[in-house]
């Protein structure tokens, strides 16, 4: 199963950075084992989009709304995003779960929608510390994986990223013995044909690491995403 680096780049930048942000992930693209991916904001898709024709990297959404047209503002369709490039989209985020009120029925709504216009769903699971200090951590996000993946997630090739909420840009992540034991759980519930991301705090240092574990497919990279070297070196961590 090939590798896949995505870079959600959340709310951050403005056009010219995101322009220059596109061009050094472009610029290091050739050659890498992994598949490449980066989420900008909304606005800059398009231009995202462009700057990386012909080249090995993938353009995503970071959310997009579970219809397609209508009274929404503020959000953004999944036709919308395939029309401005993008291939991927993350779903059920934990900043979107706690920001946006997201349920799992949400969530699994939303992916339906992207399926059917041709966007390959991430949808995101993670516990909060509370709940691993109280050893729910493996039962939260086997809920969260029966709750939000549609029917015909794995053969649309969705994509499943554990993000620990107490890890993701805190700087701190659980051990690998903790990540190998979460994504066993997650193999377990989606079979072998869905690949399996880790994100929370995932830096060049611990990138190896990380991705050398069992069933750890490849990363959902936040703040290291924003720096090309950083993004880049996470990537060739892969293999």
């Given at each position: 199963?090939?590798p896949?680096?995505a ?7 403005t056009?010219?950075?995101a ?6 992930v472009?610029a290091g693209?050739d050659?890498?084992?992994a ?11 398009h231009g ?5 024709l012909?080249?090995p990297v ?13 009274a ?5 369709a ?16 934990s900043?979107?779960r706690?920001?946006?009120d ?11 929608t992207a399926?059917?216009h ?6 995101c ?6 709940q691993r ?7 939260v996000?086997?809920a969260?994986?029966?709750?939000s993946l549609p029917d ?24 690998e013995?903790d990540?190998?034991a ?11 044909a869905?690949?399996?991301l880790?994100?929370?705090s ?5 990138a ?6 069992p ?7 936040g703040?290291?995403s924003?720096?090309?070297d950083d993004?880049?070196a ?6």
């Open positions: 199963m090939r896949l680096i870079g959600n780049w959340k709310m951050h930048g056009l010219r950075e322009a220059t942000l596109a061009e050094g472009r693209a050659g890498l084992k598949e490449l991916l980066v989420c900008p904001p909304f606005p800059y898709i995202v989009a462009a700057a990386m012909g080249q993938a353009v995503g959404g970071q959310d997009c709304h579970l219809v397609v047209k209508g929404h503002t503020g959000d953004v999944a036709p919308m995003l395939r029309d401005c490039g993008a291939t991927y989209v993350i779903l059920g985020h900043e979107r706690a920001d946006h997201e349920t799992d029925a949400v969530v699994k709504a939303k992916a339906v399926i059917a041709d966007l390959i769903p991430i949808v699971v993670g516990e909060t510390l509370a200090e109280a050893g729910e951590a493996e039962a996000v086997r969260q994986i029966a709750g015909g997630f794995a053969a649309a090739g969705g994509v499943v990223a554990y993000e620990p909420v107490w890890a993701i840009g805190t700087g701190k992540t659980p051990t013995a990540i190998a979460i994504h066993a759980a997650l193999r377990a519930a989606v079979g072998p869905t690949r399996l880790y994100g929370g995932v830096k060049p240092g611990n190896a690491a990380i991705l050398g574990l069933n750890v497919d490849g990363a959902l990279v703040g290291a924003l720096v090309p993004f880049l996470i990537a060739r961590a892969a293999g």
